[in-house]
Nanobody
């Protein structure tokens, strides 16, 4: 059973950067897409990034495109989300999720909320941005 653990959240000023990590334990991340999501208080869950088995298979929501960069290291079982130019609308709890079975490419599916099989979730890491 693979488990995911997010880390790297914290407080940053607007315009600064933070790097989040999603670390998998157990047999590895396999050929599943990894989805990054965020949820701010009182708001629904937003799918913001999807990365497939390789880094060239990615999708970004318009809200983060050009600012966030995702990388995946299958050997280390870590997916990293570099968040640049943080904005006042970015504070939220950030989660990663994946499936224990192969999934279609992110370039085809897009929004990770559209995957039906991302059943393994981390507990989240919280990002706060000050003006």
């Amino acid at each position: 059973q693979v488990q995911l653990v997010e880390s790297g959240g914290g407080l940053a000023q607007a315009g600064e950067s933070l790097t989040l990590s999603c670390a998998g334990s157990g047999p590895g991340l396999g050929h599943s897409a990894i989805g990054w999501f965020r949820q701010a208080p009182g708001k629904g869950r937003e799918g913001i990034v999807c990365v497939g088995h390789t880094d060239d298979d990615t999708w970004y929501a318009d809200s983060v495109k050009g600012r966030f960069i995702v990388t995946r290291d299958n050997g280390r079982k870590v997916v990293t989300l570099r968040m640049n130019a943080l904005q006042p609308e970015d504070p939220a709890t950030y989660y990663c999720a994946f499936s224990q079975t192969p999934t279609p490419p992110c370039t085809i599916v897009g929004d990770p909320n559209l995957y039906r099989s991302l059943e393994v979730w981390g507990r989240g890491t919280t990002v706060t941005v000050s003006a």
